[in-house]
Protein backbone atom coordinates (compact mmCIF):
# COMPACT_ATOMS: atom_id res chain seq x y z
CA UNK A 1 0.00 0.00 0.00
CA UNK A 2 0.94 3.59 -0.86
CA UNK A 3 2.60 5.58 2.07
CA UNK A 4 1.89 9.34 2.32
CA UNK A 5 3.08 11.79 4.54
CA UNK A 6 0.95 14.41 6.56
CA UNK A 7 2.00 17.43 3.82
CA UNK A 8 0.91 14.77 1.08
CA UNK A 9 -2.42 14.04 2.95
CA UNK A 10 -3.07 17.67 3.66
CA UNK A 11 -3.61 18.65 -0.16
CA UNK A 12 -6.08 16.11 -0.31
CA UNK A 13 -9.03 18.53 1.56
CA UNK A 14 -11.18 18.86 -1.38
CA UNK A 15 -10.00 22.43 -1.76
CA UNK A 16 -6.50 22.00 -3.56
CA UNK A 17 -7.49 18.65 -5.32
CA UNK A 18 -10.24 16.40 -6.15
CA UNK A 19 -9.95 14.32 -3.31
CA UNK A 20 -11.33 13.98 -0.37
CA UNK A 21 -9.39 12.32 2.49
CA UNK A 22 -8.83 11.58 6.06
CA UNK A 23 -6.41 9.44 8.38
CA UNK A 24 -7.14 6.86 11.12
CA UNK A 25 -4.92 4.81 13.28
CA UNK A 26 -2.53 5.20 10.33
CA UNK A 27 -4.77 4.58 7.26
CA UNK A 28 -5.50 6.75 5.09
CA UNK A 29 -9.32 6.83 3.64
CA UNK A 30 -10.90 8.28 0.99
CA UNK A 31 -14.36 10.12 1.73
CA UNK A 32 -14.54 12.06 -1.95
CA UNK A 33 -18.12 10.57 -2.47
CA UNK A 34 -19.66 11.22 0.88
CA UNK A 35 -21.90 13.76 1.34
CA UNK A 36 -20.96 14.53 5.05
CA UNK A 37 -17.71 15.56 3.73
CA UNK A 38 -18.45 17.76 0.89
CA UNK A 39 -16.14 20.63 0.48
CA UNK A 40 -13.80 18.73 2.80
CA UNK A 41 -15.32 19.69 5.75
CA UNK A 42 -17.26 17.64 8.31
CA UNK A 43 -18.75 19.12 11.47
CA UNK A 44 -15.74 20.56 13.34
CA UNK A 45 -13.25 18.53 11.63
CA UNK A 46 -11.59 19.23 7.89
CA UNK A 47 -10.30 17.11 5.28
CA UNK A 48 -6.40 16.36 4.71
CA UNK A 49 -5.66 15.25 8.26
CA UNK A 50 -5.01 12.43 10.55
CA UNK A 51 -8.37 11.92 12.91
CA UNK A 52 -7.24 9.47 14.93
CA UNK A 53 -7.17 11.70 18.26
CA UNK A 54 -10.62 14.01 17.38
CA UNK A 55 -12.60 10.51 17.27
CA UNK A 56 -13.45 10.20 20.84
CA UNK A 57 -15.47 13.04 20.61
CA UNK A 58 -17.32 12.06 17.49
CA UNK A 59 -20.93 11.03 18.44
CA UNK A 60 -19.73 7.57 16.46
CA UNK A 61 -17.29 5.11 16.47
CA UNK A 62 -14.21 3.80 14.32
CA UNK A 63 -16.76 1.59 12.35
CA UNK A 64 -17.97 4.29 10.39
CA UNK A 65 -14.44 4.09 8.48
CA UNK A 66 -15.69 0.77 7.50
CA UNK A 67 -17.87 1.83 4.33
CA UNK A 68 -14.61 4.37 3.00
CA UNK A 69 -11.71 2.93 0.65
CA UNK A 70 -7.97 2.86 2.47
CA UNK A 71 -6.12 4.21 -0.12
CA UNK A 72 -2.71 4.58 1.78
CA UNK A 73 -0.97 4.16 5.05
CA UNK A 74 -0.05 7.74 6.99
CA UNK A 75 3.82 8.27 6.98
CA UNK A 76 5.80 8.15 10.30
CA UNK A 77 6.68 10.91 11.19
CA UNK A 78 10.63 11.20 12.51
CA UNK A 79 10.39 14.88 13.99
CA UNK A 80 12.17 14.97 17.31
Do not use: C
Given at each position: ????????????????????????????????????????????H???????????????????????????????????
Open positions: MKEYTKSQLALRNGQDRDEIWVAFRGQIYDVTHSRLWRDGKHYEWAGQDLTDELPDAPHTETVFDKFEVVGILAVSHEL
